[in-house]
């Protein structure tokens, strides 16, 4: 299982923002629905309670 490295920056158009925007729970795991064979199904584990992150 990976980490999120919160420090890597991503854009988002402003139409798709509250469409996107998602609090992180502490103790989840997160999976990868990218549509590239490298990204799909990765995984990671929420650390900390991250609120409005982009997803």
């Known amino acids: 299982m990976g980490n ?3 420090l890597e920056v991503k854009s988002i158009v402003q139409e798709e923002v509250a469409r996107a925007k998602t609090p992180l ?3 989840s795991i ?3 629905r990218m549509n ?3 990204l ?3 995984s990671g584990l929420i650390r ?3 609120d409005n992150i982009f997803c």
């Open 48 to 50: 900390e309670n991250i």
């Open 36 to 38: 590239t064979p490298e």
């Open 4 to 6: 999120i490295d919160l």
């Open 25 to 27: 729970i502490k103790n």
């Open 40 to 42: 799909v199904g990765a």
């Open 30 to 32: 997160i999976i990868s």
